[in-house]
C-alpha cells in the first residue's frame, strides 16, 4: 500500500484526487492540508467525502508531509508549490505537482509568464512532464513530476504524433479551447459568478494564457524548431470539460484518412485516448480519464478536435495515472 498527502485538499482538483485515490486498491489517503483554522474534517469542505473521508485538514510543515507519506498530490497554486515542495522532496516523499511551477523548460519563460522569479529554477527543464502516453520512461523512477495543464492536454495529445510525423507546418498553429466553469478554480470570481457565466460564452486571456509556452515547450520537443501557437481560451457555461479545435497546415496535400492513421497509430497501445471517427463532445468524456480526438480537413487544412474533463484527464486523473507509473503499478488502476 502506498501513503499519499494531499497538498492543499481544498479546492476542486483535489476533491478529484481524493474520490480517485479512495477507489484505488493500493493507494491510502493518510493526510491532507489545508490552513483552515480548527482542523476541521475534510468532509465538511468536501461534502461527498462524508463517510468516506473524514481526515481532519491539518496544517503541516513540508517537512511533515513528506515524513507522512510515500507520495504528496501539490494541489498548490502556481508560483507557490515551489517554494515548498522542494522541502517535501528532501523528507523523502515523491511528488506529483499539479502546479506549472515545473512544466516550463527554463526559468525566463516561466519569468515572462508567471511574473515570478522561479525560486527552485535549477528543476526546470529537468522535471518529468506527466503525460504519459508521451513520455512514459522519463516518468519512471523519478520524484517530483509536473502534472499537465488542462488546456495543454488537450492540444498536446493531437498534436504530437502530427509534429512528430515532420509532415506539419509548425509555424501557424491555432488552438481554440472552450472549457467548463471549474477550471478556474473554486475561489470565486466576477467572471464565473452565476449570473456573470451562466447562457454566456466569452474568451479570456487573449495571447496570455498561460498555458501557451507549455504546449509550444511541449510539442516542441517533436518538432526541429520551437512551434508558434495561437491559443485562445474560452469560458463555456458548464461545470466541467474541455472542447479544443486546432487547426495545423499539412506541407502538403493530405486525406482525411491518414491524419487519422497518424493518430491511431500513435495512440494505439494507449488506454486512455480514444481515436474516434464521429465528432466528440465534452459529455462523452465527463467525470473519465479518457481524451477522445478526431481530425477532419477542411480546404487543405487539417482540424483536430479533442474533448477531456477538466479535472480529471486535465488533472487528478492524469496524476493518477503519473502515481501509477511512478510506483510501478498498472496505470489504469484506480481509473476505469
Same mark, same amino acid.
Given at each position: %500500500?502506498?501513503?499519499?498527502?494531499?497538498?492543499?485538499?481544498t479546492g476542486?482538483?483535489?476533491?478529484?484526487?481524493?474520490?480517485?485515490?479512495?477507489?484505488?486498491?493500493?493507494?491510502?489517503?493518510?493526510?491532507?492540508?489545508?490552513?483552515?483554522?480548527?482542523?476541521?474534517?475534510?468532509?465538511?469542505?468536501?461534502?461527498?467525502?462524508?463517510?468516506?473521508?473524514?481526515?481532519?485538514?491539518?496544517?503541516?510543515?513540508?517537512?511533515?508531509?513528506?515524513?507522512?507519506?510515500?507520495?504528496?498530490?501539490?494541489?498548490?497554486?502556481?508560483?507557490?508549490?515551489?517554494?515548498?515542495?522542494?522541502?517535501?522532496?528532501?523528507?523523502?516523499?515523491?511528488?506529483v505537482d499539479?502546479?506549472?511551477?515545473?512544466?516550463?523548460?527554463?526559468?525566463?519563460?516561466?519569468?515572462?509568464?508567471?511574473?515570478?522569479?522561479?525560486?527552485?529554477?535549477?528543476?526546470?527543464?529537468?522535471?518529468?512532464?506527466?503525460?504519459?502516453?508521451?513520455?512514459?520512461?522519463?516518468? +519512471?523512477?523519478?520524484?517530483?513530476?509536473?502534472?499537465?495543464?488542462?488546456?495543454?492536454?488537450?492540444?498536446?495529445?493531437?498534436?504530437?504524433?502530427?509534429? +512528430?510525423?515532420?509532415?506539419?507546418?509548425?509555424?501557424?498553429? @491555432? @488552438?481554440?479551447?472552450?472549457?467548463?466553469?471549474?477550471?478556474?478554480?473554486?475561489?470565486?470570481?466576477? %467572471?464565473?459568478?452565476?449570473?456573470?457565466?451562466?447562457?454566456? %460564452?466569452?474568451?479570456?486571456?487573449?495571447?496570455?494564457?498561460?498555458?501557451? #509556452?507549455?504546449?509550444?515547450?511541449?510539442?516542441?520537443?517533436?518538432a526541429a524548431?520551437?512551434?508558434?501557437?495561437?491559443?485562445?481560451?474560452?469560458?463555456? #457555461?458548464?461545470?466541467?470539460?474541455?472542447?479544443?479545435?486546432?487547426?495545423?497546415?499539412?506541407?502538403?496535400?493530405?486525406?482525411?484518412?491518414?491524419?487519422?492513421?497518424?493518430?491511431?497509430?500513435?495512440?494505439?497501445?494507449?488506454?486512455?485516448?480514444?481515436?474516434?471517427?464521429?465528432?466528440?463532445?465534452?459529455?462523452?468524456?465527463?467525470?473519465?480519464?479518457?481524451?477522445?480526438?478526431?481530425?477532419?480537413?477542411?480546404?487543405?487544412?487539417?482540424?483536430?478536435?479533442?474533448?477531456?474533463?477538466?479535472?480529471?484527464?486535465?488533472?487528478?486523473?492524469?496524476?493518477?495515472?503519473?502515481?501509477?507509473?511512478?510506483?510501478?503499478?498498472?496505470?489504469?488502476?484506480?481509473?476505469?
Amino acid at each position: %500500500m502506498v501513503t499519499v498527502a494531499i497538498l492543499g485538499a481544498t479546492g476542486y482538483t483535489a476533491l478529484e484526487a481524493m474520490k480517485l485515490l479512495l477507489r484505488h486498491p493500493e493507494a491510502e489517503i493518510v493526510a491532507v492540508t489545508s490552513r483552515q483554522e480548527g482542523s476541521p474534517p475534510v468532509s465538511s469542505v468536501h461534502p461527498s467525502l462524508v463517510g468516506r473521508l473524514d481526515l481532519p485538514l491539518e496544517d503541516l510543515t513540508p517537512e511533515e508531509v513528506g515524513r507522512r507519506a510515500d507520495c504528496v498530490f501539490g494541489c498548490l497554486p502556481h508560483c507557490a508549490s515551489a517554494e515548498i515542495l522542494p522541502k517535501v522532496l528532501a523528507a523523502g516523499a515523491r511528488v506529483v505537482d499539479f502546479s506549472a511551477d515545473y512544466r516550463l523548460d527554463d526559468a525566463a519563460t516561466y519569468l515572462e509568464w508567471y511574473g515570478h522569479v522561479h525560486p527552485d529554477a535549477e528543476r526546470l527543464g529537468h522535471t518529468a512532464y506527466g503525460l504519459p502516453e508521451l513520455f512514459r520512461e522519463s516518468i +519512471r523512477g523519478e520524484r517530483l513530476v509536473a502534472n499537465p495543464g488542462c488546456y495543454a492536454t488537450s492540444a498536446i495529445l493531437p498534436l504530437a504524433p502530427l509534429i +512528430r510525423s515532420g509532415l506539419f507546418e509548425t509555424d501557424d498553429i @491555432i @488552438i481554440d479551447s472552450k472549457s467548463g466553469v471549474s477550471g478556474a478554480g473554486r475561489q470565486p470570481t466576477l %467572471m464565473t459568478h452565476f449570473p456573470e457565466c451562466n447562457e454566456s %460564452m466569452s474568451a479570456y486571456n487573449v495571447g496570455r494564457h498561460r498555458h501557451t #509556452p507549455e504546449i509550444e515547450q511541449v510539442i516542441g520537443r517533436h518538432a526541429a524548431v520551437l512551434p508558434s501557437v495561437i491559443f485562445t481560451p474560452q469560458l463555456a #457555461p458548464m461545470d466541467r470539460g474541455i472542447l479544443s479545435t486546432i487547426y495545423i497546415r499539412p506541407k502538403k496535400a493530405m486525406a482525411e484518412g491518414e491524419v487519422m492513421d497518424l493518430l491511431r497509430t500513435a495512440y494505439a497501445k494507449e488506454r486512455f485516448v480514444r481515436i474516434v471517427d464521429h465528432l466528440p463532445g465534452t459529455k462523452d468524456t465527463v467525470a473519465t480519464n479518457f481524451c477522445d480526438i478526431t481530425a477532419r480537413v477542411v480546404r487543405g487544412r487539417v482540424l483536430l478536435i479533442s474533448c477531456l474533463d477538466n479535472l480529471v484527464k486535465g488533472a487528478a486523473g492524469a496524476a493518477v495515472q503519473n502515481f501509477n507509473v511512478l510506483f510501478d503499478l498498472p496505470e489504469t488502476m484506480g481509473l476505469l
